[in-house]
């Protein structure tokens, strides 16, 4: 695809992240986290599991407390520091009414005006399979803006209905449309990702930072090739109107 991405919106200013494991900002989101931080935004993390199930060498009992600090710790580089962790099973997260309740409930609580997710996709680029966490947490977060704006849905915990969520983008989409520039926040996309020294351990034998700058420039060069030439960041990001969505009109761009 040669057709150039779109500047990702700038009008808002509370976001909210909603994804599966911990790292899955970091690998595909952190510097423009980082870039929006510094632009005077807010961002939350929300966390489906504490993927307890990813490493390998370690028990999940075990891996769930170490995964979920380390996640603090990267959250806190690219400077976000609330971070919250629902209970959802790693590599088991149904797509359903109890993960739709969790984030719609998430979703009122933050009132953000943009709500962003991981590639929910089926596969990765036409390269690989896509996993059913991202899929159904992903398909879950981008339906929880309508949810969250129905009082007729989930309203046992007496949250008020929030209508305002008015983008929702998806990062490492295969379908991008919009991209952040992100060349001041490089390295601290980096440093967000070494922060899950345990996982990265266990995921590769290469030298970790030498490992997450090859990852990371990779995307950013790809992204960045359809953007200007400047390292980025790239999402799918749909514009949601209430007006038009109470109409039956939904407007993607």
Same mark, same amino acid.
């Given at each position: 695809?040669?057709?150039?991405?779109?500047?990702?919106?700038?009008?808002?200013?509370?976001?909210?992240?909603?994804?599966?494991?911990?790292?899955?900002?970091?690998?595909?989101?952190?510097?423009?986290?980082?870039?929006?931080?510094?632009?005077?935004?807010?961002?939350?993390?929300?966390?489906?599991?504490?993927?307890?199930?990813?490493?390998?060498?370690?028990?999940?009992?075990?891996?769930?407390?170490?995964?979920?600090?380390?996640?603090?710790?990267?959250?806190?580089?690219?400077?976000?520091?609330?971070?919250?962790?629902?209970?959802? %099973? $790693?590599?088991?997260?149904?797509?359903? +009414? &109890? !993960?739709?309740?969790?984030?719609?409930? *998430?979703? =009122?609580?933050?009132? #953000?005006?943009?709500?962003?997710?991981?590639?929910?996709?089926?596969?990765?680029?036409?390269?690989?399979?896509?996993? %059913? $966490?991202?899929?159904?947490?992903?398909? +879950? &977060? !981008?339906?929880?803006?309508?949810?969250? *704006?129905? =009082?007729?849905?989930? #309203?046992?915990?007496?949250?008020?209905?929030?209508?305002?969520?008015?983008?929702?983008?998806?990062?490492?989409?295969?379908?991008?449309?919009?991209?952040?520039?992100?060349?001041?926040?490089?390295?601290?996309?980096?440093? *967000?990702?070494?922060?899950?020294?345990?996982?990265?351990?266990?995921?590769?034998?290469?030298?970790?930072?030498?490992?997450?700058?090859?990852?990371?420039?990779?995307?950013?060069?790809?992204?960045?090739?359809?953007?200007?030439?400047?390292?980025?960041?790239?999402?799918?990001?749909?514009?949601?109107?209430?007006?038009?969505?109470?109409?039956?009109?939904?407007?993607?761009?």
């Amino acid at each position: 695809m040669t057709e150039q991405l779109q500047e990702f919106p700038t009008d808002w200013s509370r976001a909210l992240a909603i994804v599966a494991h911990p790292d899955d900002v970091e690998y595909s989101a952190a510097a423009a986290v980082a870039t929006w931080v510094d632009q005077g935004k807010e961002v939350v993390y929300l966390m489906a599991s504490r993927g307890e199930c990813g490493i390998d060498e370690l028990d999940p009992e075990k891996a769930a407390p170490i995964r979920e600090r380390e996640q603090r710790a990267s959250a806190a580089v690219a400077g976000v520091h609330q971070v919250e962790f629902l209970d959802h %099973p $790693d590599g088991l997260i149904e797509y359903g +009414a &109890a !993960l739709r309740r969790d984030l719609t409930l *998430a979703v =009122r609580r933050h009132r #953000p005006e943009l709500v962003f997710t991981l590639n929910h996709h089926d596969h990765w680029r036409g390269v690989s399979w896509n996993t %059913p $966490d991202h899929r159904n947490v992903g398909r +879950a &977060a !981008l339906d929880a803006a309508a949810d969250a *704006a129905n =009082r007729y849905l989930f #309203p046992e915990e007496g949250l008020e209905p929030w209508e305002g969520v008015r983008w929702q983008a998806v990062a490492g989409s295969p379908y991008p449309t919009h991209a952040v520039d992100v060349t001041w926040a490089v390295d601290r996309g980096v440093r *967000a990702v070494l922060e899950h020294a345990t996982y990265l351990e266990a995921l590769t034998d290469e030298e970790p930072e030498a490992y997450v700058r090859g990852f990371l420039g990779r995307n950013l060069a790809a992204a960045g090739a359809r953007f200007g030439g400047r390292p980025a960041v790239s999402f799918e990001v749909f514009h949601r109107d209430p007006y038009r969505v109470r109409a039956g009109e939904v407007h993607y761009r």
